[in-house]
């Protein structure tokens, strides 16, 4: 039997006992640590696929974790918090993070992201680098874009955005259902967030970002990605 390996970190004993006790219930192989510096001792030698991280950690802080862990690891990242502020959410992302859950949560919601973030792991490992787009390379597996061979840093929401319509080569996927699958199931209606992130994405890929190759608009509808070959496009609606 092939477990799928996840990390707790979190101060919290009875946390990190709950956490385990579904995990492991749903067939998940589980490490826990309760601070920083011990979650950064282990996950080198644990190779986690998902980590769920709280934010309020003593010692370094859960912000420095998951940046230092995000430096030497591609494993998936959500966070945990008592908080919840749009500055705080942008902030943890801009860390590295994937994912983003206020306590308290149902455990049946984290593990529906769990889930789901590790069907994205997946994909994302077993794809391969996309032929050039002019001189921009996309590998999903590692997630890494670079452009005339050097690097572009990708916020997490626009390399999760980039993944998902990459995924979906040659459809047209709805404003609605790219904003939950991207941002979640309460953000159906959050265009603005979409707009902007599409915005920055042809920025960093396409060479002239006023008149794109392969991040395509539908008017009304909403956006895809397309290969130069592709002649067709197929228009789904959720």
């Known amino acids: ?106 455990m049946e919601e984290l593990l529906a992201r769990v889930r789901a973030a590790l069907r994205r792991a ?19 597996k590692h997630r890494r874009v670079r452009r005339g061979g050097r690097f572009i840093r990708l916020k997490p929401k626009e390399f999760e955005l980039l993944n998902y319509l990459i995924l979906h080569t040659g459809d047209i996927i709805s404003h609605c259902r790219l904003l939950q699958a991207v941002w979640g199931p309460n953000y159906g209606n959050e265009l603005e967030y979409l707009r902007v992130t599409i915005n920055q994405l042809r920025k960093k890929i396409e060479a002239d970002p006023a008149q794109p190759k392969h991040l395509i608009t539908e008017p009304r509808v909403g956006y895809g990605f397309v290969l130069p070959e592709e002649a067709e496009i197929k228009a789904v609606r959720s």
């Open 122 to 140: 997946s994909v994302a490992r077993s794809s391969p680098p996309l032929p050039l787009l002019g001189d921009v390379e996309i590998d999903l």
């Open 1 to 106: 039997m092939s477990y799928r390996r996840i990390m707790i970190i979190d101060e919290s004993p009875e946390m990190r006992r709950a956490l385990r006790v579904a995990l492991v219930g749903r067939g998940y192989e589980v490490t826990e640590a309760c601070t920083g510096e011990e979650a950064l001792g282990k996950y080198i030698k644990v190779d986690p696929e998902l980590i769920l991280l709280d934010l309020n950690l003593p010692g370094i802080g859960g912000l420095e974790t998951c940046r230092s862990i995000r430096a030497g690891s591609e494993a998936w990242i959500i966070i945990l918090t008592v908080r919840s502020s749009e500055n705080e959410e942008v902030e943890v992302l801009d860390a590295g993070a994937d994912g983003y859950m206020v306590k308290p949560f149902s």
